[in-house]
């Protein structure tokens, strides 16, 4: 079993940056790969990015390839996105995924966080 709790949401400005963390309690972090997904109002939940449970492979949507990063700390059982040049576009709740292997699919997401409110203005 593993708790995911994100933080670091916020209004932010066009242009800006924004780093997520998600905090995992339950000593099988490591063994999962782990992912950023996002839920823009009124459209349907959509893949971000994710790292596997080394760190080695990094996976990101188009959408956010550049200018963002996805890092994790298997000792302190953490996973963050650093968010830069946002867009009005990013906004969304973010919820960060554990998942058996690495994947840009939610449904093979096996533990979500609650989300945090990513709002970027114009």
């Known amino acids: 079993q593993v708790q995911l709790v994100e933080s670091g949401g916020g209004l932010v400005q066009a242009g800006g940056s924004l780093r997520l963390s998600c905090a995992a309690s339950?000593?099988?972090?490591?063994?999962?790969?782990m992912g950023w997904f996002r839920q823009p109002p009124g459209k349907e939940r959509e893949f971000v990015a994710a790292i596997s449970w080394d760190g080695g492979t990094l996976y990101y949507a188009d959408s956010v390839k550049g200018r963002s990063t996805i890092s994790r700390d298997n000792a302190k059982s953490t996973v963050s996105l650093q968010m830069s040049s946002l867009r009005p576009e990013d906004t969304a709740v973010y919820y960060c995924?554990?998942?058996?292997?690495?994947?840009?699919?939610?449904?093979?997401?096996?533990?979500w966080g609650q989300g945090t409110q990513v709002t970027v203005s114009s």
């Open positions: 339950g000593r099988t972090f490591w063994n999962y790969a």
């Open positions: 995924a554990a998942a058996p292997t690495l994947t840009g699919r939610s449904t093979q997401a096996r533990y």
